[in-house]
């Protein structure tokens, strides 16, 4: 057989569908919680902060869900994304294993963001929204969200997490170029933040803070809608292009992945990938293993609690049955700012809960290592997130080595590091600290995140 290096779709075969793994799993999901009654949260409830579409699907148990002609016109500026056959890498490595990997950084955003970005504006611009408030860790969501909002004519304001404002000024001058406001999180905008300040002026921030900053201001305005980019079902449901899209490269190539690796954040880039293969698992008899690859400083699906907790820091949220590091964790100021949150999306966690998912944690030196080898080999920089799952990528092959087997790798390269210059320039310079999240200190945190009872 011809060598493979890059296998590319045309247009016309993009799938024109998303995936909605609600249709086919084993065990649904628990119901989100109303944290002041107790019972589910309805679609009512919900409509004070996202747009009645959004809320169907965040719902829905339709298998399929046709994705909108604007989206798809938009979609068509940046996908199909190619599949990569890691040569180099491989060689490098003296494998025997075949990996491939999914670029999806070669667009406006640089990272995945932009597959749920486009088409959270969009059902917010068709429901008459004006200004939607959004929160960004690493800032690839914001960037995400700012050219869409933009697209669509509406305003964005972000509420980016202090340590990263800070670490990455490039990414918020590109929310300002694509019209958007930022503002670092703690703020004195909102009370969520003023409390935080308080009780700590130092503050880095964290995701669960900026959620409940972006949330609180949404509530108070008719015309301004929420927007997450991660976590939430329909979140997931638009990732999952991703991986729709892999599992045609996949047949043309003539090969089929033995395991599928992406980090893990909220999950929505490793859902994203990962999902359809799991219903060729669940309905096609295939057996691919699907590994999420999470930061040792923020190891919710392998030491967290599975249980109700909040998606934000102050408490606005439904209370989600999920993973949970604690709503009140801050996690270290590790440099893959994207995947500093303490909760785990509700379909990851059941799937997870189900041992349909497995997980690994892993420290930030060995990830940059492998990061270093990737753009060594294969040419891109990728984001510090997406060392995670290259990291991952290399001790599957490696453990293949070892028992003298073959596999075929694929991950999810979510993202580039074209604005993580400054953490690679401490990872030359030997300043990037290692941190573990210990036992104690979740415990602790746990303990510390209380949530009603009823
Ligand atoms: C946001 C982000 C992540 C983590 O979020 P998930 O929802 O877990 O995918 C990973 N990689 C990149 C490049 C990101 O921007």
């Given at each position: 057989m011809e060598k493979i290096t890059?296998?590319?779709?045309?247009?016309?075969?993009?799938?024109?569908?998303?995936?909605?793994?609600?249709?086919?799993?084993?065990?649904?999901?628990?119901?989100?919680?109303?944290?002041?009654?107790?019972?589910?949260?309805g679609p009512d409830d919900l409509?004070?902060?996202?747009?009645?579409?959004?809320?169907?699907?965040?719902?829905?148990?339709?298998?399929?869900?046709?994705?909108?002609?604007?989206?798809?016109?938009?979609?068509?500026?940046?996908?199909?994304?190619?599949?990569?056959?890691?040569?180099?890498?491989?060689?490098?490595?003296?494998?025997?294993?075949?990996?491939?990997y999914k670029y999806e950084g070669g667009n406006y955003s640089g990272s995945h963001k932009a597959n749920t970005a486009i088409p959270q504006a969009y059902y917010n611009k068709m429901e008459g929204v004006r200004r939607i408030t959004t929160e960004t860790g690493a800032g690839q969501w914001g960037s995400a969200m700012s050219y869409a909002c933009n697209h669509f004519g509406l305003e964005l304001l972000v509420f980016m997490v202090r340590v990263s404002y800070e670490q990455k000024p490039g990414r918020k001058l590109m929310m300002n170029a694509y019209n958007a406001r930022v503002v670092p999180s703690p703020s004195t905008m909102t009370v969520a933040g003023r409390k935080v300040l308080e009780l700590d002026p130092e503050s880095p921030g964290s995701l669960g803070i900026a959620i409940s900053e972006a949330m609180e201001i949404a509530a108070q305005d008719p015309y301004t809608k929420y927007s997450l980019g991660s976590v939430l079902n329909h979140v997931i449901l638009h990732q999952t292009i991703i991986g729709e899209e892999a599992l045609i490269q996949f047949n043309k190539a003539g090969d089929y992945p033995d395991v599928v690796i992406g980090c893990f954040g909220g999950g929505s880039n490793f859902s994203g990938i990962s999902f359809p293969f799991l219903r060729e698992n669940l309905t096609n008899g295939r057996q691919t293993r699907l590994v999420a690859v999470e930061p040792a400083s923020c190891p919710k699906l392998t030491m967290g609690k599975f249980t109700y907790d909040f998606g934000d820091q102050s408490g606005m949220t439904p209370l989600l049955p999920m993973y949970t590091l604690g709503h009140n964790f801050i996690p270290d100021k590790i440099h893959a700012g994207g995947l500093r949150y303490h909760g785990a999306g509700v379909l990851v966690s059941q799937l997870r809960k189900d041992g349909f998912v497995e997980a690994k944690a892993k420290m930030q030196r060995e990830c940059f290592e492998g990061a270093m080898l990737f753009a060594r080999t294969e040419g891109i920089l990728p984001a510090p997130e997406s060392s995670y799952a290259i990291a991952g990528a290399l001790d599957e092959a490696r453990r293949a080595d070892l028992e003298g087997v073959s596999k075929t790798i694929l991950f999810n390269l979510s993202g580039h590091g074209h604005f993580d210059i400054t953490a690679y320039e401490k990872y030359f310079e030997d300043y990037l600290p290692d941190h573990e999240a210990t036992p104690e200190e979740i415990e602790l945190s746990l303990a510390n995140s209380a949530v009603p009872t009823f």
């Open positions: 890059k296998i590319l779709l045309t247009e016309n075969e993009m799938p024109r569908k998303w995936y909605n793994i609600m249709a086919d799993m084993p065990n649904k999901p628990l119901p989100p919680l109303h944290p002041a009654t107790g019972k589910p949260v409509s004070v902060i996202f747009p009645m579409e959004l809320i169907k699907q965040e719902v829905s148990t339709e298998r399929y869900i046709e994705i909108p002609d604007e989206v798809l016109d938009l979609y068509r500026t940046f996908r199909p994304s190619p599949l990569f056959r890691a040569h180099n890498l491989e060689k490098a490595l003296g494998t025997k294993s075949k990996i491939y």
